[in-house]
């Protein structure tokens, strides 16, 4: 699956997004080590620390189906310009793949593609691995 394919799961998904309270939706789907995909999409709660990004609800689908190396990550947004993952999300990917890459996009077709690294340098420095 190439990266175009991965932006177009990622848009499909987007509509289903539940964000009453910002109504910025977010599609996000996830390619793995295995060549599977999973798509996600944010939910928003009024008590908006409940809230899950689109790319935390794809690693979770991914990782409940037995899925832990994800290869690449595709975001789309419709905002002006392509949205990259928070923080939050950037940590939890870094766990699956700290050499994927992240795709980010909106429904218009503006895209930016960077090496997680170049968004979370030194990831898990310090932290204990996790055991295999």
């Known amino acids: 699956m190439n990266n175009m394919d991965l932006i177009k799961e990622a848009k499909k998904v987007r509509g ?15 390619l793995t080590g295995t ?12 008590s908006y620390g409940l809230t899950i990004c689109a790319e935390r ?12 190396e994800v290869v690449s990550v595709a975001i789309t947004t419709d905002g002006p310009e ?8 950037r940590q939890v990917l870094s766990e699956f793949g700290e050499s994927m890459q992240v795709i980010a996009s909106t429904v218009d ?9 170049e968004l979370l340098p030194h990831a898990n420095q310090g932290i204990i691995k996790k055991h295999v």
Do not use: H, W
């Open 82 to 89: 392509p949205t990259l993952p928070c923080g939050a999300c």
């Open 16 to 30: 289903n997004a539940y964000a009453p309270y910002s109504r910025f939706k977010v599609g996000a789907a996830i």
């Open 57 to 68: 609800a794809a690693i979770f689908a991914a990782v409940a189906a037995g899925e832990t």
């Open 35 to 46: 060549g599977k995909v999973f798509a996600g999409v944010n939910v928003e709660n009024a």
């Open 109 to 117: 077709g503006k895209m930016q593609q960077f090496d997680l690294k």
